[in-house]
């Protein structure tokens, strides 16, 4: 009786061993494919185009840096009227002031060109700087929704964008390049009218 239940225990034992190292061995292999198989990730996207004709800043800004042109080409545009008016009184000067006047004339063209290429280098970098500001701040809006709905990443998504149809080769290949950052993907959700509608709310306030 005795050897009989020694027997009995040793396989219960057995089977219990064994049932032990089949679960370790699930355990670990559940485990390895857990980390084999890709995390979910809520990913969020933002067409960058289309919220920009939905700010009310970006209308501002352009609105602004246009009028601050328009002073500046009209300030040219006297200085041009002035050139012009002095070449042609030169025309009937008195022969010992024509070149005097040419002269002058030369000077004042030329100071009216480096006026123009100045206006245009001042207007080019502000419209960079506030473009960059406005990029900026997209940024920033983006990734603050983001964070508060929970979203991991933000990608900007210009799929919708049109590559031109006149490109071929080396320069075909850099605007797919340049301009697909995201091809399509099912599970993204656009948050381009929050934060655009984020964004226009704080513009208002201030």
Do not use: C
Request: charged share 25%.
């Amino acid at each position: 009786m005795r050897k009989s239940n020694f027997w009995q225990w040793t396989i219960v034992s057995m089977i219990a061993f064994l049932a032990l190292v089949v679960l370790q061995v699930g355990t670990q292999v559940a485990g390895a494919a857990a980390r084999a198989m890709p995390t979910p990730v809520p990913i969020a996207t933002v067409d960058l185009s289309r919220l920009l004709g939905m700010l009310d800043e970006r209308v501002a800004l352009e609105t602004s840096l246009e009028a601050e042109f328009k002073v500046m080409q009209a300030e040219i545009d006297t200085k041009v009227r002035l050139v012009e008016s002095a070449d042609k009184t030169l025309e009937v000067a008195p022969p010992d002031q024509v070149e005097a006047r040419s002269i002058e004339l030369l000077r004042a063209a030329a100071e009216v060109k480096l006026s123009k290429e100045i206006a245009e280098q001042l207007m080019s970098r502000k419209t960079h700087r506030s473009q960059l500001d406005l990029f900026n701040k997209i940024k920033a809006a983006s990734a603050s929704y983001a964070q508060s709905e929970g979203y991991a990443v933000v990608f900007s998504d210009d799929s919708a964008m049109d590559i031109p149809k006149n490109l071929s080769g080396a320069a075909l290949q850099a605007a797919i390049l340049s301009q697909r950052i995201v091809y399509i993907d099912a599970n993204a959700v656009d948050i381009t009218e929050y934060v655009a509608d984020q964004m226009n709310a704080t513009f208002r306030t201030k």
